[in-house]
């Protein structure tokens, strides 16, 4: 089993539309869970940090489910420009601040 | 500005030869890391340095070589004992010590011929 694993996608949403990824991570002992926007070819920028109590930023919205294991985000009234690569990262601490990153999941926003 | 540069952008190498990737940040960051990215696949741990002078292997080390000689600077060497080297390769940086967040820099990509 992968460590941290997301469904790759592709998600086709309409303009307007709300749409919801998960991420799904092995270690229970993971504490620092990270959400990160990859335009194609480009480097990946950080979206949000997830935290323990969720977190909102703007039309995006932030979740942790400690006993199953999994985070979340969600996209309100997507926009064009959120077409992009989706990456989930999470705090190894067996190896102090390492992230392990999914292989993302695709958003393709249609008008 | 802050920031984490990467340089080349594009590189191209033949076979057999080793080439050295830069990268520079001038955030004060005690940490820095290098990943490599294949097409469809998460990002990869290459190398990573907590502090100047140290640093760990990754899950992917094998045919990599890096240095920590100063706190903003931390370039990666890819040797010709690395079997499939073309790559999205990232630099990336963070305050030590903590759960924090990683910055990354735009990337190099390296095309072997």
């Known amino acids: 089993r992968k460590e941290v694993e997301q469904d790759p996608g592709p998600f086709n949403v309409p303009e307007g539309a709300t749409v919801a990824f998960n991420c799904t991570y092995s270690?229970?002992?993971?504490?620092?869970f990270f959400w990160y926007r990859q335009d194609c070819r480009k480097e990946p920028k950080l979206l949000m940090s997830v935290y323990s109590s969720g977190n909102e930023d703007g039309r995006f919205t932030a979740q942790l489910n400690r006993a199953s294991q999994y985070i979340s985000l969600l996209i309100r009234d997507s926009k064009l420009s959120d077409s992009a690569t989706y990456l989930c990262?999470?705090?190894?601490?067996?190896?102090?601040?390492?992230?392990?990153f999914g292989a993302g999941t695709i958003l393709r926003v249609k008008s | 500005d802050g920031g984490i540069t990467q340089s080349p952008k594009y590189l191209f190498r033949k076979e057999g030869q080793n080439v050295t990737l830069s990268c520079e940040q001038n955030?004060?960051?005690?940490?820095m890391y290098w990943y490599r990215q294949d097409p469809g696949q998460g990002l990869r741990l290459i190398y990573y340095s907590q502090i100047v002078n140290d640093f760990q292997k990754g899950d992917i080390a094998e045919g990599y070589s890096v240095s920590r000689e100063k706190k903003e600077s931390f370039p990666l060497t890819v040797t010709s004992a690395q079997k499939n080297p073309t790559a999205f390769y990232l630099c990336?940086?963070?305050?030590?010590?903590?759960?924090?967040?990683?910055?990354f820099g735009p990337g190099t990509r390296l095309t072997v011929l």
């Open positions: 990262a999470v705090t190894d601490m067996e190896y102090g601040n390492k992230l392990v």
């Open positions: 990336a940086s963070s305050i030590a010590g903590g759960l924090v967040e990683q910055f």
């Open positions: 270690n229970s002992a993971s504490q620092s």
């Open positions: 955030l004060n960051h005690d940490a």
